[in-house]
């Protein structure tokens, strides 16, 4: 078979389809927190947000755009999410994958929230994440380390 130079980058079904065959094999809490991490790269590939989204975007004040970042948290399960986490694990039942989710984005402004840049940065992100793990003890230990290095690339 004759190898071209010019491979075609997955479509989009296709890239989804990695982040949640992925997803699929962790339990439905990590999962959740996996695709949470993702949302951006998730968000582009199926064209989110939309044009006019971005011009509306634009005209809000920082108030504005805080109240919008925190409404699409706070219903993050109501939204593509739901769908992700659904394919990733088509046998859970529908309010414990809205729980995952609700749980991994709560956990994700935990660690957020515990960050305090007093020292050593690194040494920072392992305390927050830490002190975010004592409130959220049910994740696995790679889903801790992801949420370090999630934390330690959106605070530098």
Known sequence: ????SNQTEPSPE????????????QPLLDAAFELWRWRYRLNSIEGRPTAEEVRINRTLTPHQMGEK???????AHEGPMFGYLKRAHPRADDEAIRKAIITAVKFEGATEAHFKWDGDFWACVVRAVSQAAAEY????ETTYRDAR?????YMK
Do not use: C, G
Not at 1 to 4: F, Y
């Open 14 to 25: 296709e890239q989804i389809a990695e982040f949640v065959a992925s997803a699929a094999k």
């Open 137 to 140: 003890p049910d994740f696995l």
């Open 149 to 153: 290095n999630n934390l330690a690339y």
């Open 1 to 4: 078979m004759n190898q071209t």
């Open 69 to 75: 970042y925190r409404y699409d948290r706070d219903h």
